[in-house]
């Protein structure tokens, strides 16, 4: 049976999702059309490359996430040279080898640009700091008077997945030789169900939502004791307010929470037995919720 499904945003605890996915095909279902933020954007664009479950599961299990932190080179040694570089480089690490690993796995399956795969099938959230707005790729990059056919995927990915500070972020190239600023889709839109799910339109098929939190009247109050607790409450809710305020309970009865709590986005020295953790966490989850979805 053909379905639609959302992604959404986690980083590290993206591996999750690969466990959801598992099970999700277990049961017979096929995506026809998927879309994401940051780590969300990374596992819909190997499922419309026909990559199955366990075919990311292996390639991620091989994989050494530390390879993703490419920092610039420079003569100085990089712990003393981060915070200077992230003052002019906006941030930490260049995000390049994240880019190439994408665009590598993504061309081996003879997927390069948005032409290469079905129209509508895979969309990605982005957020324009210069502008101030949320994009979609690729149906906003006319508004910076880009070719979808022309760009590639695994920039998008990228550019989804370029959280602030930690990656550097993406220099979109505009109109008038402009710049503007891209970063991490999660800072505005983390769980994109809006794109497919919307109240008073007639779906075409099923949507399944697969999140990386507690479901929204499970989530427990912060505890905001100094201030870089409240700054992480404030990345929080700016990154959840807008999904929050859209998820009503008919669209909850369509997605399935995944609490990953104690496991930050930008662990990358992730255990073997942490990916395996989330993994199946991810599986059990989707099992008990699919168990009972009715669509």
């Known amino acids: ?56 599961a292996r390639m991620m299990d091989e994989l050494d996430l530390n390879k993703f932190l490419d920092p610039r080179k420079t003569v100085i040694p990089f712990a003393a040279t981060k915070w200077f570089l992230l003052y002019w480089s906006l941030g930490l690490y260049k995000g ?12 081996a399956r003879g997927i ?5 795969i079905p129209q509508q099938s895979l969309r990605i959230i982005a957020s324009d700091l210069t502008n101030g707005r949320l994009v979609v790729l690729p149906d906003d990059l006319h508004k910076y008077q880009i070719d979808p056919a022309k760009f590639p995927v ?8 370029s959280l602030p500070y930690f990656f550097e972020p993406v220099k979109l190239y505009g109109p008038g030789h402009s710049t503007n600023i891209i970063v991490d889709g999660a800072v505005l839109s983390n769980f994109p169900m809006w794109l497919f799910d919307k109240d ?9 939502g697969v999140k990386l939190s ?51 986005a930008t662990e990358f020295e992730l255990t073997q037995q942490g990916k395996y953790d989330l993994l199946k966490l991810g599986r059990e989850r989707a099992r008990e919720f699919l168990s009972k979805w009715t669509y």
């Open 1 to 56: 049976m053909e379905i639609d499904g959302v992604f959404s945003g986690g980083g590290i605890k993206g591996f999750a999702l690969i466990g959801a996915y598992e099970e999700i095909e277990n049961r017979g279902l096929h995506f026809k059309r998927v879309a994401g933020t940051s780590a969300g954007s990374l596992i819909a664009a190997l499922i419309i490359a026909n990559y199955s479950s366990e075919e990311i």
């Open 96 to 107: 390049n080898e994240l880019e190439k690993w994408i665009s590598e796995k993504l061309a």
């Open 112 to 116: 390069r640009t948005f032409a290469d």
């Open 154 to 161: 695994a920039k998008a990915v990228r550019m989804s997945c």
């Open 200 to 208: 008073n339109v007639k779906k075409t098929r099923p949507v399944l």
């Open 214 to 264: 507690n479901n929204t009247n499970e989530i427990p109050p912060k505890k905001i004791k100094n201030a870089i607790k409240m700054f992480e409450a404030l990345f929080e809710t700016m990154k959840d307010a807008h999904d929050s305020r859209y998820i009503s309970r008919s669209h909850e009865q369509n997605i399935i929470f995944i609490p990953t709590e104690g496991v930050l």
